[in-house]
């Protein structure tokens, strides 16, 4: 998997993956590991520099000659908060040779950081104004910028002096800093916007679309803690939509490639989907790698759906003034699937053909359990991908469809590598994972061919009781099977 960047290395601009994409195969073949490896890229978009005092300094001297200066250093100021933070005014001003003025706008904004980002953004901002105004110190003019900072989206056309009338700003230094950081907001680069690359969600019998896009719910007023409010609460897929749409409008002003979003989803079809996505399955439709004639871009959606009154308002909330929805390019939505699993919920040809679908195959990564043992008894041990593939070769026999059967890591990695610590207590979780499986999912039909017991007495209780006395001999494996299985004393 490769990601391709830009002339700056800040902005990832190209995955090398489906767009829409399923990753389906055998309980324990690996898919929610693969997916979680692969998405760690949407999370590993910011190049950390080690080292930014040159670019800090070069970056505190571009914004000393530009108009308006203190806006710009403002931004600055908060953009390094993390290697200014710890520095006052003195040391600003002597470190970077600047004057008492730009040091201290440097100083105000590095400091309004955490007020920043605390705040909440359906917070009120008159009483978050009012908490400022409360703290009467060194404190008061940071938070206020934080204010202006997270709320400059809705804040952005007001003049300086109706600010003051609205917001009761009673001093010339708060009515400075708070409009200084409403315009300073323009120039603060995408970390201050907090951004979540990557949504997990996964999907139950139950799940709904009001909790997958959003609805209104009763919240908790936070000014009022008896009081109880509606408001607009978004799901993942409202939430990954809005900073991938927000992000690309910021790209684009730019001028630069934009940043990657992904929506993972576990267990897709544990749930109804075509409940669950409603008209949002429109949107799964996207334009191909070059876009289309009239210059739509490529895979962003072919067909977009109107907003509800709700989702506009959220949407304005936002920045986002917009009457349509339609997923942008740099939004990915991954999803891992099992048909074996019992109680899942099939999935119509309409919605399968909106995506690309990826098998992992039952052996696939087995190189990377090949020599890991596990107990049979305080005596015997065995390797448990030999076993594993013994039995699904049983399976087979028995004809047992392939999603039935066992995958390297139906065992987790982490259970196998503590294995050989436990001996009785891997007995029982074998018997409680793996025996459990077969004799009531994978085999239920074919038990009394699978394993080797008196049918008088074929009842799962009897299963693990046959296993711990005898071991693999539990198991009706022919010769050939039987001898693929090395089973080996263990060393005491």
Not at 132 to 156: E, N, T
Not at 169 to 190: G, H, T, V
Not at 229 to 236: A, K, L, M, T
């Amino acid at each position: 998997m490769g990601i391709q960047n830009s002339k700056d290395d800040n902005f990832a601009i190209s995955i090398d993956r489906p767009h829409n994409r399923i990753i389906f195969g055998a309980p324990g073949t690996g898919k929610s590991h693969k997916l979680k490896n692969e998405s760690e890229f949407f999370n590993k978009q910011i190049k950390t520099n080690e080292n930014p005092e040159e670019e800090i300094k070069s970056q505190i001297q571009e914004a000393c000659s530009l108009h308006p200066k203190h806006q710009h250093l403002y931004a600055l100021g908060f953009n390094h908060s993390n290697y200014l933070k710890s520095l006052n005014v003195g040391q600003i001003k002597e470190v970077y040779n600047i004057d008492d003025g730009a040091a201290a706008s440097i100083y105000l904004g590095a400091q309004s950081r955490p007020y920043f980002e605390k705040i909440k953004d359906e917070a009120e901002i008159k009483n978050e104004i009012k908490s400022a105004q409360a703290i009467k110190g060194d404190g008061m003019l940071p938070y206020l910028i934080g204010i202006g900072f997270k709320f400059a989206d809705s804040l952005m056309d007001y003049a300086e002096d109706d600010l003051v009338a609205e917001f009761d700003l009673d001093s010339i230094p708060q009515r400075k800093c708070f409009y200084r950081a409403i315009q300073a907001s323009k120039y603060i680069k995408n970390e201050k916007y907090e951004l979540k690359f990557l949504e997990r969600v996964t999907f139950h019998p139950n799940y709904s679309y009001a909790q997958f896009v959003g609805t209104y719910k009763p919240v908790q007023d936070e000014s009022d803690e008896k009081q109880i409010r509606y408001e607009y609460v978004p799901g993942p897929f409202m939430r990954i939509y809005v900073n991938a749409v927000k992000e690309q409008k910021r790209a684009k002003a730019e001028g630069r490639g934009p940043k990657n979003f992904l929506l993972l989803i576990e267990e897709l079809n544990r749930a109804n989907v075509a409940a669950v996505f409603g008209d949002v399955f429109q949107l799964l439709d996207r334009y191909g790698p070059n876009g289309d004639e009239n210059g739509n871009h490529a895979f962003e959606s072919e067909y977009p759906i109107a907003a509800s009154e709700d989702i506009k308002r959220y949407l304005s909330r936002n920045g986002i003034k917009e009457d349509e929805l339609s997923i942008p390019s740099n939004m990915y939505i991954w999803a891992t699937m099992n048909s074996a699993d019992q109680g899942v919920f099939p999935m119509d040809t309409a919605f399968k053909r909106r995506w690309e679908f990826e098998y992992i195959g039952i052996d696939e990564n087995e190189d990377k359990v090949q020599d890991y043992e596990i107990p049979l008894s305080e005596t015997k041990k065995v390797k448990w991908n030999e076993l594993r593939k013994a039995i699904n070769r049983k399976l087979i026999s028995l004809g047992v469809n392939e999603d039935k059967l066992l995958g390297p890591f139906f065992l987790s990695k982490s259970l196998l590598e503590s294995a050989m610590l436990k001996e009785k207590d891997f007995v029982k979780i074998f018997e409680s994972k793996v025996l459990m499986y077969l004799f009531e999912d994978a085999a239920k039909m074919k038990a009394k061919q699978l394993f080797k017991l008196d049918e008088k007495r074929f009842i799962y209780s009897e299963v693990c009781k046959k296993f711990e006395e005898a071991g693999i001999e539990a198991f009706s494996f022919d010769e050939q099977e039987k001898d693929s299985v090395t089973v080996e004393d263990i060393n005491i």
